[in-house]
């Protein structure tokens, strides 16, 4: 039996009691009162959108919660004499490790597409799932809750081309999401890649990515010149104008004094440049010697 926390007059004047109150098809989610829930009475919501957790950080937390206890209560849905979680697994599991009995809750009855909706927008606020999680329940949102991306955005609030890129990332092969999921490519390699109709060339540069540690915009570029091949082929140099006759004697007769292969550019309104190259230091002060006729 679930026993009550005390509350402020106006706060519990907002919060029902529902025992024993059923939910049916028409009922909205309806919060409940506050209570310390026993923990052994409470079951992890099997639409958990994040499926790994880092024991270190739940260590932490665990031990953060013998010395202050549990700070925000989790968030559960009453089912009969138990409880599913809704939000606040990672508190949940911190406080089994810290060997708590009972756990404060909010309790509420909701239904099962509130629960998956409302586990996704706790963790997205509270500590990002890895791009492939938050793909697959965003997609499972709308392939049970029949929610539109706009409606999704408004929910979860991020813009509906963010939904859309994280919706691709489905289509990619098997591979390639478990390398993402990881951590080993990011989602800006995965984006590049959703850019490549084939599956094999996808994988191929995949591989690259991660023996050659290549950047986003290497990625990007490489995919790039696959979609368009011609832009493989490089540029023919345009040819050098020549230099009038005088332009080139001088050129001759200045890199010959200097010892040292001058250039010469000129436009054809007689624009141009001359450009002395030097090894070193010593090869400058030379040069220089030489122009200002010092021997």
Do not use: W
Request: charged fraction near 25%; proline fraction near 4%; hydrophobic fraction near 40%.
């Amino acid at each position: 039996m679930a026993k009550k926390v005390a509350l402020g007059r106006g706060l519990g004047a907002l919060l029902q009691n529902m025992e024993g109150q059923e939910l049916t098809n028409n009922t909205k989610s309806i919060a409940a009162e506050i209570a310390n829930v026993p923990i052994d009475a409470i079951e992890p919501n099997p639409n958990q959108p994040r499926t790994e957790f880092d024991e270190n950080t739940l260590k932490e937390l665990a031990q953060s919660i013998k010395q202050y206890g549990i700070i925000v209560p989790v968030t559960v849905n009453k089912i009969g004499g138990r409880y599913q979680l809704i939000a606040g697994e990672r508190r949940y599991r911190a406080a089994k490790l810290a060997g708590l009995k009972e756990i404060p809750a909010y309790i509420r009855i909701v239904t099962k597409h509130e629960i998956m909706e409302m586990a996704l927008v706790e963790n997205i606020q509270r500590q990002d799932l890895n791009p492939i999680e938050t793909s697959l329940t965003l997609q499972a949102l709308i392939d049970e809750c029949n929610f539109t991306q706009e409606q999704m955005s408004e929910r979860i609030g991020k813009s509906r081309s963010t939904i859309t890129n994280f919706l691709r990332l489905l289509k990619l092969p098997a591979e390639v999401q478990l390398n993402l999921r990881n951590g080993i490519i990011t989602m800006g390699h995965a984006r590049a890649l959703i850019g490549l109709e084939k599956q094999e060339q996808q994988l191929q540069i995949m591989k690259s990515i991660i023996e050659k540690d290549l950047s986003v915009r290497q990625v990007e570029a490489m995919v790039n010149h696959i979609k368009n091949p011609q832009l493989q082929k490089k540029t023919p140099a345009k040819p050098k104008k020549k230099l009038p006759e005088f332009h080139t004697d001088f050129k001759k007769s200045i890199s010959s004094k200097l010892g040292s292969s001058v250039d010469i550019t000129r436009s054809i309104r007689g624009k141009g440049s001359i450009v002395i190259p030097f090894s070193d230091d010593k090869d400058f002060e030379r040069i220089v010697a030489i122009i200002e006729g010092v021997s």
